[in-house]
């Protein structure tokens, strides 16, 4: 039986042995030894690695990991996880790794599909054997977290939680800066030489000026209605406790504009009002929202335990709050929904990227 193996997941595992505080990469050839004892020499086995993998693992170990490598028998790439889980889609094959990749869940639906593909391992008196890795089904909202600390980890932002505890400004005279003087409503972008907060617009990038503490706050999705899940989301963004914004297609000076999103969709968000929604959070991060007069009309999608209800439509004015996995439909074309994580002032954010009245990092 061939398979793909999660090179860094398993150098990394202590079960395999023997413990140690660095990945090693014997236990890679622990694994391909008892892969093809219990499924014949002539298993094929293609190794994905990640790039970082080589910065660490030990000194006395890149030797080898550089002799591997120009044998053919790693295939480094900047992130292995969708490599390999392409490979396995493509080439029908077994996965071995511990990892549940809640992450990419959306974008390969065959994973929960087809539990039965994925090998994890353990040790025991007769060695080393494969057992089930555990992939079950989880919720949207699951998915969505995984999708957001993944996103921390690739943008550096975990060692970073000053700079999203904060509440920042840009003192240039950008567009965000003439729309939110007092204080950007979107997570800062990270300047990966020096550390420091800049501007998440991409005409600016300038360094940030820090106005205060930031409070508790939810994160929430605006996602299309026309295209498939993995492709849907517009854009993220957070809302403070006791925090209330708009969501519309004009320059808001509280609020979050659709009109910069980016061209390819401009036709999605082309019947959202100016100003469209209010969104509020009481102190308990408990969210509302409401129609402020829009031309085309909200409504609520309530979940019903399997699956989200009938839209039903709102007055203007009207107050709802969103459950958990609610969602609330503007003009029929986009909705808005909690992304399922709640950030306390000890907990970091996801960077958002540029928002707002000008541009916003598409996902």
């Known amino acids: 039986m061939n398979a793909v193996v999660d090179v860094s997941n398993v150098c990394w595992s202590d079960e395999i042995g023997p413990r140690s505080k660095r990945p090693l990469l014997s236990r890679l050839d622990q694994v391909t030894e008892a892969w093809r004892d219990r499924y014949g020499a002539g298993a094929e086995l293609v190794l994905v690695v990640d790039r970082a993998l080589r910065h660490q693992i030990s000194g006395e170990q890149r030797a080898d990991f550089d002799r591997r490598c120009r044998q053919g028998l790693l295939r480094v790439v900047p992130f292995a996880d969708p490599v390999l889980l392409s490979l396995a889609q493509e080439r029908d094959l077994q996965i071995v790794s511990q990892d549940r990749f809640v992450d990419l869940r959306r974008q390969f639906r065959w994973i ?33 977290r995984a999708e957001e600390d993944k996103d921390l980890f690739i943008r550096g932002l975990k060692d970073h939680k000053d700079v999203v505890r904060s509440v ?65 989301v517009l854009l993220r963004f957070p809302l403070e406790a006791d925090g209330c914004l708009e969501i ?83 003009a029929d074309s986009v909705a808005v929904r909690l992304s399922g994580r709640r950030y306390s002032p000890d907990v970091v954010p996801p960077a958002l990227g540029g928002g707002g009245g000008a541009r916003t990092v598409l996902r």
């Open 168 to 232: 920042w400004r840009c003192a240039s005279r950008c567009f965000m800066a003439q729309v939110w003087p007092e204080g950007l409503l979107l997570w800062p972008e990270l300047d990966r030489r020096t550390g420091e907060p800049v501007c998440p617009d991409p005409r600016c990038g300038r360094p940030l000026v820090r106005v205060g503490d930031r409070r508790p706050s939810r994160e929430l999705l605006v996602e299309r209605l026309d295209l498939d899940e993995d492709k849907a």
């Open 112 to 144: 929960e599909e087809q539990p039965e593909r994925f090998h994890g391992w353990r040790r025991d008196g007769n060695g080393l054997r494969f057992v089930p890795s555990g992939i079950v089904p989880v919720s949207g909202q699951v998915k969505s």
């Open 248 to 330: 519309g297609r004009g320059a808001l000076t509280h609020g979050i504009n659709l009109d910069g999103i980016g061209r390819e969709h401009r036709d999605a968000v082309a019947r959202v009002s100016r100003r469209h929604l209010l969104i509020e959070a009481d102190a308990a991060l408990t969210v509302s929202v409401r129609d402020v007069g829009s031309s085309h009309g909200t409504a609520v999608r309530r979940w019903e335990g399997h699956v989200l209800g009938r839209p039903r439509p709102l007055e203007p004015g009207e107050p709802v709050r969103l459950g958990p996995s609610d969602q609330v439909v503007l």
